[in-house]
């Protein structure tokens, strides 16, 4: 290995790193997949904002995950607050997941409630 090759050897190995750490979440994703078959859209209710990051996150999550969901924005429907409020929501976002509330972007209670709703509609099936 060459001179030039060593000095840029370390920061080749700190971009891997960074990268892998910030992107983990897809590569648990891809390794672990959600069975959503049995869910539709109406499974999946997210109350968001649109200026909301870790609404953002959910989002592209739910995307990257193949999961469909239905989404009111809390801040353009006057339904979707009174809803929102009703489920005692604190902020955003909300993921209703069957009979599950989750408050925030929470990836290990999303899957676990996708988990347990895909399990019920497997069992009624």
Same mark, same amino acid.
């Given at each position: ?48 904002? !649109? ?37 005692? *929501?604190? *902020? ?5 997941? !069957?009979?599950?509330?989750?408050? !925030? ?21």
């Amino acid at each position: 290995m060459n001179k030039k090759a060593k000095k840029i050897l370390p920061l080749i190995v700190f971009i891997s790193l960074f990268l892998i750490t910030q992107n983990w979440w897809r590569i648990d994703l891809a390794l672990n997949t959600i069975d959503v078959e049995s869910l539709d859209k109406d499974d999946v209710v997210m109350y968001s904002t !649109g200026w909301c990051p870790y609404c953002n996150k959910a989002r592209l999550f739910f995307r990257q995950a193949n999961i469909l969901y239905t989404e009111y924005n809390v801040e353009k429907s006057a339904s979707a607050y009174e809803e929102y409020s009703r489920i005692s *929501g604190l *902020g955003v976002p909300v993921i209703v997941i !069957g009979d599950q509330i989750i408050q !925030g972007f929470d990836k290990s209670a999303i899957k676990q409630a996708l988990t347990v709703l895909a399990d019920q509609h497997n069992n009624d099936a």
